[in-house]
């Protein structure tokens, strides 16, 4: 009789060893790797030279130590080459001797040094372990994501991929169209000038040297929104799984918060990789749409030539829906990461004990602080900074426009004095 139990006993545990084995394995597939999700627009920017994805792995280090080596050197050289291609440019402001000259060295030059500082944040994130890398690990350990949705996130990171490189496309195009059309655009091959044997070489290379350029201009913005938009839907699975918890009047406060305040830590570190970049971006594109503005209003020449008066609305158009694009996905965040408050407002709060109505404080007080992705830490990018930069740029389009129409009158009266004389 004690074999015979023996041997039932060995039956029943055996597959129970199994189940159990099979369902550590399935908790295992079910942590969603955010970094291979992310890994086909992390190749797509390390063909342009500003991304190392073998650095985001300890592992692929070592396996991958010549691969590694190497993207290195051609981040540090991406870096070398920005730098001194805006340096190069920048000497050429000492032959300037008239503003309406000068507006498209300005223009070119901001182009330059957004195009460095891009190289210089991309390139910081995936080689400085603060940054990409451990915002990587910490995302692992907090997504809600399940398995499932792997398939659709890459879809999401491949389709970043298709529009950036659209967008480059368009851009190098476009550009490389007017550089042979258009003396405004011979500021590129600045010291040189248009009478220079070269000067058709010369574009031909800058078109290659914008192609990087492009990369390095269009990558990092693409990959901010992406990744804002990967934290918005985690947010949005946030939000429906408190939703239900307590409709189904089974949770833990506490827990709940502690969930949000990973989440929010998340945040805050995607914050930390992208505010020096939105701080120039914000700086050099506004700077783009008052100098174009300013041109087409105040400078007839802008207006009557065709395609001079085509590359600035282009231009205007780029830089006004990369900063549009940003602040839409930035914003996306912030409002659903308050977007709980409501949920909280609606709980019964008759007859509830004191820690509950501490953990309930506590939960509102934090949903209510400001969470998001900001400016160089100067102001959260939110639905407010839409009417903020609009106004703004309401504002300037009415007083140019208002200076320029008071000061026709005074000219023409003038030129009317000198014809009657």
Known sequence: MRMADMKRRCITVEPACLHERELSECEQDKEIQIDGVLNSYFCFLAIFGIFNPIALSEDQQISHTNTNRILKYVCSFTIFFSSANFFRHLSTYMDVDDFEKGIPKILISLFFVQCMINTFVSNRLSHKKNDMFTFLKNWRKCTLTSYKDRQFLRRMSNLAVIITCALIGGNIVFFGYVSYRVDFFDNVIAPYTRADSLADFLKGVYLLVKVFLSGSWLGICGLEILITLLLGKELRIYIE????????????????????????????????????????????????ILLLLYSLIWFPDTRHNTLVFLAHIFWMVAVTVMLLAIAISCTIVSNLAHKPTHILYVLPLRNVSTEYSLQYSTFLKQLTDPVGISVMNLFIIDKTTFLTLSGMLATYFVVLLQFKQSLEPATSSNSTSLTTA
């Open 241 to 288: 799984h408190l939703q239900n918890r307590i409709n189904n009047k089974n949770y833990d406060l506490e827990d709940l918060r502690q969930q949000y305040t990973s989440l929010c830590d998340l945040i805050e570190k995607a914050n930390d990789m992208f505010k020096l970049y939105n701080g120039s971006t914000w700086v050099t594109s506004i700077a783009h």
